[in-house]
């Protein structure tokens, strides 16, 4: 199993509030890319959000290969967003992309 840092973009459509932002960095926890060499070297943060209300996903996934990598990290960033009261509605995702090969975490 190799370890992934996955990139996932989206848009905030109607803005974040600091408290949904709260919930959404604790619902993304378990997948900070902090946890392995490249995301704390890098200093990745799991949720990056931009002036104009597009943001980015890191997230740390375990997989056999990279598409199913990308499934997975799609799969959590779904299940985050929900978590902090977003749909793919209020916040639309695009493609997962592979950023960085970790096989061994701290």
Do not use: K
Request: charged share 30%; hydrophobic share 35%; glycine share 8%.
């Amino acid at each position: 199993m190799t370890t992934y840092v996955i990139s996932v973009p989206g848009t905030f459509t109607a803005g974040i509030e600091a408290d949904t932002r709260t919930r959404l960095a604790r619902a993304l926890r378990p997948a900070d890319p902090h946890g392995t060499r490249m995301g704390s070297a890098e200093d990745l943060d799991a949720l990056s959000v931009n002036e104009d209300n597009t943001f980015t996903l890191r997230l740390t996934v375990d997989a056999d290969t990279g598409p199913h990598a990308e499934e997975e990290a799609r799969r959590l960033a779904d299940s985050a967003l929900r978590d902090a009261g977003l749909d793919e509605r209020s916040a639309p995702l695009g493609p997962a992309v592979i950023t960085g090969i970790d096989s061994e975490i701290r």
